[in-house]
């Protein structure tokens, strides 16, 4: 029996900032078998592959208009060294992957081979450079390398190995968890290294580069200010930034409890659900306070809050290698995605972008390979990003709740019971609605006017499953998939949705 719940208004005529579509952004790291047998089975395999890039990962990454894609990390960026990963295949050295399981990398996928796949995937390319253990003038040179077009030494070297044509990469990251794994820095260290390597991260041609100086863990907030304050001359004249780096990043994971603790991705008990959809709407209360502090250093929003990590984090699947972070990805890791951009919906002027960690075989992956038979199963947060597309560079729309919003509290943190964003197309002609009900057992109904315009109801989808650990296998691919949903009525102006419990549901408008 459903409970009516919530009750809410949107005005369809009053759109707000746009939703960036790097908000739908990607990570790629060079991390258990996310690169290698994940997007990369190499040109020999039997697995089929354009030179070398599996063809059904890129086949089904298509479906989402992959925005942007960070790569090589990530803890492996910061001792990366991008000269190593160039030239033919059979000479380049091979390093030891320190972070994750301390294997050995034959870097046979570098710079060229990355900017392969993003060119297949029609996404562009986010570099996070090295300053843990690199050079300014090696980072200075890898810019060069992938964005000049004239007769420099770098774009010789760039020719000789066989790509002509300067590669456009828009994002550039100076840095990655510098507090940690990145050179465990103290930001006022830190600080200094991101304005100076940033300098040197030259605009070569029209190639213009968004630098992202590595940012805060969590809750960090002296982080934050302190890049803030060093970040030199905003003003409220978008043409008069005089910033070494026009954003910040900032990392937040899901988990059940604490980092020692983070539970399991398949089983987990009913309190642990709610632990977990709480620290998923906790994001909501870090992006608001990380703002706050970038508000009061640059009021008018000319320096992007970047959120390159985010997803749930579990502790890995029994019989795999721990360094390798794989796991499984149920009902829940779709509601923690679907949760999460709603509330980045909400955050749309300062969040410029997120990288959900990560695409294929780590932590919460839209894609998992079997590593024996290569077959490839879409997960239940694939269909998250899938069903959202259509809010990607839409404009936000206003979602008001009317009265006391239904809460539960867990991990001594209060949170939403129905979660919900909407979005109008930047033509003007249609909408979509995101909404989800976290309760793990109860329906919920909503009641939402809409106002402002005349509409109709469009494709209506829902994703749900039986269980809440249901999950997606080789065996059972579509356990888990979006279907057609009914749940709804029409009332004059007014729609009512009657969601399922632990489910997600979208719903398409065309506008008159
Ligand atoms: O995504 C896995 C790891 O999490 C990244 O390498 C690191 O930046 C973070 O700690």
Redesign the pocket.
């Known amino acids: 029996m459903a409970t009516e719940t919530a009750s809410a208004v949107i005005n369809l005529d009053l759109p707000g900032a746009k939703i960036s579509k790097h908000q739908y952004g990607h990570?790629a790291?060079h991390?258990g078998r996310c690169i290698y047998g994940g997007f990369w089975v190499g040109e020999d395999s039997e697995i089929p592959n354009e030179r070398g890039i599996r063809l059904d990962v890129v086949e089904a990454l298509k479906k989402l208009n992959i925005p942007n894609l960070r790569w090589p990390?990530?803890?492996?960026a910061d001792e990366y060294h991008w000269q190593d990963g160039i030239g033919p295949r059979e000479n380049r050295p091979k390093m030891v992957n320190s972070?994750w399981g301390n294997v050995v990398e034959n870097n046979h996928f570098g710079t060229h081979e990355f900017m392969d796949l993003c060119e297949m995937l029609g996404a562009d390319a986010y570099i996070a450079g090295n300053v843990g253990s690199g050079t300014v003038q090696e980072m200075s040179q890898w810019v060069e390398y992938m964005t000049r077009d004239d007769d420099s030494p770098m774009v010789e070297l760039r020719r000789k190995n066989g790509r002509d044509k300067a590669w456009k990469v828009p994002f550039w990251g100076v840095g990655?968890?510098n507090w940690?794994?990145g050179g465990n820095m103290r930001v006022e260290q830190f600080a200094d290294l991101a304005r100076q390597y940033s300098t040197f991260c030259r605009d070569h041609g029209d190639n213009k580069l968004y630098r992202i100086a590595g940012g805060p863990n969590v809750d960090d907030f002296h982080w934050t200010e302190t890049l803030m304050k060093s970040v030199g001359c905003v003003s409220c004249n978008s043409m008069n930034v005089m910033s070494p780096y026009q954003a910040i990043s900032l990392?937040y994971y899901t988990m059940t409890r604490e980092w020692e603790n983070k539970g399991k991705a398949l089983t987990f008990t009913e309190d642990e659900y709610y632990r977990t959809m709480a620290n998923s709407q906790h994001v909501d209360t870090l992006l608001t306070r990380h703002s706050t502090i970038m508000d009061h250093y640059d009021p008018c929003k000319t320096i992007g809050l970047v959120l390159d990590?985010w997803g749930t984090w579990w502790q890995v699947e029994e019989g795999t290698n721990p360094g390798f972070?794989y796991q499984q990805n149920t009902m829940r890791d779709a509601l923690v995605a679907s949760t999460h951009f709603d509330i980045f919906t909400r955050h749309a002027e300062r969040l410029v972008m997120a990288n959900i960690?990560?695409t294929v075989n780590?932590?919460q992956a839209m894609i998992l390979t079997d590593p024996d038979t290569g077959a490839l199963v879409l997960t239940p947060t694939y269909h998250v990003f899938e069903m959202n597309t259509a809010h990607h560079d839409a404009l936000a729309l206003d979602v008001s709740f009317r009265g006391q919003r239904e809460r539960m509290e867990a991990a001594d943190k209060r949170f939403n019971v129905v979660s919900a964003s909407a979005s109008v197309a930047e033509d003007g002609a249609s909408s979509l609605l995101s909404l989800s009900n976290v309760h793990l057992d109860e329906a919920r109904t909503i009641r939402i006017d809409l106002r402002g315009r005349d509409w109709t109801v469009g494709e209506a989808r829902l994703l749900t499953s039986t269980e809440i650990a249901d999950h997606n296998s080789p065996a059972h691919p579509e356990a888990v998939a979006p279907v057609a949903f009914e749940g709804f009525t029409v009332d004059g102006d007014a729609l009512e949705v009657t969601l399922p419990a632990h489910s997600y549901v979208t719903i398409a408008l065309d506008l008159a």
């Open positions: 990570f790291e991390l990390g990530g803890c492996f972070h990655n968890e940690g794994c990392h990590e972070l960690a990560q780590v932590l």
